[in-house]
Structures are given as structure tokens and as C-alpha cells.
């Protein structure tokens, strides 16, 4: 496989030493500051002849009165000739390099499912000046997202990454409804991916970076990690790794079940096995408070509820669920609830972060700390240990010789 290899020890301590050497600058003006009166320039990449756009991805950049859309880049003619058409394009180019030196884009979406060619399409997008809206996954390995945030870092150039559920009204709102007490002090999250045809490793890489973003949103940087992850009922070797149509790295395993520890005693389980579809439902994220519990039911948007478990009795218990008090979503269109509203909430973010020279909530350090979750499930699956984070191998724990 052409994936990179974990750097040493040495390379990563130096990668952290220009990190905080990178943090610690003090803030400076954006890159480019935009007058009232001037729009972005904005241009589109996909790779159609090898996988199809991300939800939405494509069109983020139309009908918005500061952001010109100049141009599209898609190396498969039939999908360039269908994107142009569906964008309304003035130009297209099959390659996104080419287009980056002639239309000089102040916004790049790289919209492509596949995330094999994430790091190299966002990397040429920050040299040559831009800001990114990524799908996710954001890259197949941590050293491809490190260097990516590095660039960005010292170009004072912006990423954001389509985990659109993190800034949904919603979620939003119970971040602050737990902040606030209501469900008593935070304890235990449990999440499930869908649990479909791709549980296991595919619905941890596709689905569980949104769930993982999630967790991190409500309980902070995990500390460490213990897993076992299974193929046919016996625990993965390196030797178990396969790549899927839809490209997305290295995975392994058709169960998964993983657990993070977090500061102040706080515990989180992953779990992906579809003999437990059918028990647990909905894919998402259970909150468990000392008071409570709030479910977030993963989707654009997330359903979102809250129980008082009542004490056991001599005939039982009946646990119920109700929507959370004053969920926005209530008041709330269709139309201002799907993939659109969506990824508008998340572009209209990462322009104000352009504006304020501050992170945005979808951030491309958000997504890396997602990536790093995934990996430090393999590599404590791989080890049969507990895995300190953050980690200090970069590279894929499944292509390690």
C-alpha cells in the first residue's frame, strides 16, 4: 500500500516541538482580509471517476451573495461535464492543480467520498493560498493530517471539515443544557456506529469520526485507549487489512468494540457489531449523567432526547425519552434542517473564522483528533494494550511491518 509510515519517535517529538512553537505565536491579522464589497472566489474539487462528491459538497459555495464560484476541477470527463451543469461553473478543469494556478481561489471545497486523495488536494489548495472546506474523512493517516495543519498554521490559512453535526442548533444546544446541569454531572458516553454491511472497521472510519468528533465535543482529548477489534470471530492482525471501493486507508475487523478514558473520570465506548443493530436502533452517541441521560441520535439533522431513569421497583422500571427542553430544532424548517442547511452553517463559520483569525467549531484539529481515535483503536487492538494519547506513531497501525 502507498501509505506513509509511522516517523519515529524523534519526528514526532520534533512535529509536536513546532506544534507548540506554532501555538504559542500570537494571534495575526487572516491571510486576506475581504472589504464589504468583495467576494471570495471559490472553486470546487472532485474526483468522480473514483467515487462520487460528499453530501452536499459540491454546491456549498452556490447562491451565496460574498462567494463566487469560478471554477470546477474533476478528472473524469462525464463527471466534470455533469458537475459543471449542476454548479453552473464558468470553468472546469480536469486537473485541480491547473486550476489552482490560473483561477487563484480564495475557498477550495475538496469534495471527493474517497479520502486517499484528501491530503494531497487540500495540501496544494493551502499553497496555493486557500482556505479548505474538506469532506471527511479529513486524511487516511495522522502524519497526513499533521503536516496538513502545520501548512495551514503557518500560512494563517483555515480548514474546516464536514463533521455538520457538531454545529447543528441541536447539538448545540445540549452542549449547553449538560454544561448547565442537565443531566447532572457527566459520566459515561456510549456510541454505536450504523452496525450495517460495513460494521466494523468501514463504519468506524465512515461513521464514527462523526461520532468521535462528537464525544470530543462533550468530554475533551481522550487520555488513553483499550479495544479488541474482530474479523470472523478472532481477533485482527496487520494481516487483516483490506481497502474498500469507496477508499478511506486501511481497515480491519467486522466487529468493534473500543473504550476511552477522559479527564475527571469520564469514560466513552465505541462499538460496532451488526448482531446489535436491531437492539440499539438509531447510530449515535448516549450521554449518562449522575441525573440522567441525553441520546443523540446520529443523522442531518440529529434527533435528540433526554430521560430521568426512575429507581427499580418490584415490577420494574419504565425508562422514558423525550425531546430535550427548548431544542431549537423545534422551531426549526426542513429546509433549514438537511445536508444544505447544514454545510451552510458550517461554510458561514469558517468565513467568520477567516474574519476573526479564530479556529472553526468543525476544524480541521477536531478532524485529526477523530482520525486519531480511529488509530488508536487499531493500535490497541494490534498490541493487546492500553494506548496512551495523544500517539506518538503517525503512520497506520495496519500497514506497520
Not at 75 to 100: C, M
Not at 101 to 109: C, F, I, R
Not at 274 to 295: N, Y
Request: charged share 20%; net charge positive; with cysteine.
Amino acid at each position: 500500500m502507498n501509505t506513509p509510515s509511522a516517523p519515529s519517535v524523534v519526528a514526532r517529538r520534533a512535529f509536536l516541538k513546532q506544534s507548540v512553537a506554532l501555538a504559542a505565536l500570537p494571534l495575526l491579522p487572516p491571510s486576506s482580509v475581504f472589504a464589504a464589497n468583495r467576494k471570495y472566489r471559490a472553486a470546487v474539487f472532485g474526483a468522480t471517476g473514483k467515487g462520487d462528491y460528499g453530501h452536499g459538497l459540491d454546491v456549498v459555495f452556490n447562491n451565496r451573495e460574498n462567494v463566487e464560484l469560478v471554477a470546477v476541477s474533476d478528472a473524469d470527463d462525464a463527471g466534470r461535464t455533469k458537475a459543471v451543469a449542476k454548479l453552473k461553473a464558468p470553468r472546469a478543469y480536469a486537473d485541480y492543480r491547473e486550476l489552482l494556478a490560473k483561477e487563484k481561489p480564495d475557498l477550495v471545497s475538496v469534495a471527493p467520498r474517497q479520502t486517499g486523495e484528501h491530503h494531497a488536494m487540500v495540501l496544494a489548495a493551502l499553497r496555493a493560498g486557500a482556505h479548505v472546506y474538506a469532506e471527511k474523512p479529513f486524511t487516511t493517516t495522522l502524519a497526513e493530517a499533521d503536516e496538513l495543519l502545520v501548512e495551514a498554521a503557518k500560512r494563517k490559512l483555515k480548514i474546516a471539515v464536514a463533521h455538520q453535526m457538531h454545529l447543528t442548533p441541536s447539538v448545540q444546544h445540549l452542549k449547553h443544557a449538560v454544561a448547565g446541569g442537565l443531566i447532572g454531572d457527566l459520566l459515561e458516553l456510549h456510541a454505536w456506529g450504523k452496525q450495517d454491511a460495513r460494521a466494523g472497521g468501514e463504519d468506524m472510519m465512515v461513521l464514527g469520526t462523526h461520532l468521535f468528533d462528537l464525544i470530543r465535543l462533550f468530554a475533551g482529548d481522550p487520555l488513553w485507549c483499550t479495544s479488541r477489534v474482530l474479523q470472523g470471530g478472532r481477533d485482527i492482525t496487520a494481516a487483516d487489512a483490506r481497502v474498500t471501493k469507496d477508499f478511506i486507508g486501511p481497515m480491519a475487523g467486522d466487529e468493534i468494540h473500543a473504550t476511552f478514558a477522559f479527564a475527571n473520570g469520564v469514560n466513552a465506548t465505541f462499538t460496532s457489531r451488526s448482531k446489535l443493530r436491531e437492539q440499539v436502533g438509531a447510530w449515535g452517541v448516549e450521554l449518562i449523567g449522575s441525573k440522567g441521560a441525553a441520546r443523540i441520535n446520529a443523522n442531518i439533522p440529529p434527533q435528540i432526547f433526554v430521560s430521568k431513569t426512575p429507581p427499580w421497583t418490584a415490577v420494574g422500571r419504565t425508562v422514558s425519552w423525550e425531546k430535550v427542553p427548548g431544542d431549537p430544532a423545534a422551531t426549526l424548517t426542513a429546509a433549514q434542517l438537511g445536508f444544505p442547511a447544514a454545510n451552510s452553517r458550517a461554510v458561514d463559520d469558517l468565513l467568520e473564522a477567516i474574519e476573526q483569525n479564530r479556529e472553526p467549531g468543525c476544524s480541521g484539529h477536531n478532524a485529526m483528533k477523530a482520525v486519531e481515535m480511529v488509530m488508536a483503536v487499531y493500535h490497541a487492538a494490534l498490541t493487546g494494550r492500553r494506548v496512551a494519547l495523544p500517539l506518538v506513531e503517525r503512520g497506520h497501525p495496519l500497514t506497520k511491518k
